[in-house]
């Protein structure tokens, strides 16, 4: 499927941003055209404010035309269904598949991470409580090796058989736990489902780029 020839895609966010980097990853993927900008550009939408689009004031923020999206995974969901249906199927077991590893991902994972991360990564001066660093570091490995079970026993990929947008969106957590942790993906346990990965157009780009 190929998008209309009037119609530009535009992604606005910090590549450094693994939730931007889930969107230029797909768009790689896809190998649909697209224009990426690290910061908002008001002059884009006739001097609105940021908030006007996107009252998260988060990014990545999408623009399809005249249409604008935010929020990573909904994003992952438009693209997917315009461009490469089989990234998140029709069939409503298959697709359901995919949106639970999803929601995991932002909804578990995510969390778990944030503090560790913020701690040992950015070494931001409000997340220096050891506890605290601990009980994300804990829950973050749990998590983590619950995955690498899960894709040990049901693989090769988080939905089974096919790969999906779920997989876009763990591929980037993989990467930032295992760089937090400077473990290779050769020595990780997800050593198999990342060599499968590492030829996709965008990956090196956009996720196994040194950065977490």
């Known amino acids: ?108 994972l995510n969390p778990a991470w944030r503090y560790a991360y913020q701690a040992l990564v950015k070494k931001h001066p409000d997340y220096g409580d050891p506890a605290a660093i601990a009980r994300s570091q804990s829950q973050w490995d749990r998590l983590t090796a619950l995955l690498a079970d899960h894709l040990a026993a049901n693989g090769p990929y988080a939905a089974g058989d096919f790969f999906s947008i779920a997989d876009i969106a763990l591929l980037l957590s993989i990467n930032r736990w295992r760089h937090t942790k400077r473990i290779t993906a050769e020595d990780s346990p997800f050593a198999a489902y990342l060599a499968a990965a590492r030829d996709l157009p965008g990956y090196r780009r956009y996720v196994d780029n040194g950065q977490p």
Request: one cysteine or more; hydrophobic letters at 40%; aromatic letters at 12%.
């Open 1 to 108: 499927m190929t998008h209309a020839a009037h119609e530009t895609i535009v992604v606005y966010g910090p590549s450094t941003s693994i939730n931007v980097r889930k969107v230029l990853f797909l768009l790689a993927l896809l190998g649909t055209p697209f224009q990426h900008f690290d910061r908002y550009i008001p002059e884009h939408f006739g001097q609105r404010p940021f908030e006007a689009l996107n009252p998260n004031r988060l990014y990545p923020l999408l623009r399809c035309g005249d249409f604008t999206l935010w929020e990573s995974n909904s994003i992952l969901r438009y693209l997917a269904g315009r461009f490469d249906p089989t990234l998140h199927p029709d069939n409503e077991q298959r697709r359901a598949l995919v949106d639970q590893w999803l929601d995991w991902q932002a909804a578990d």
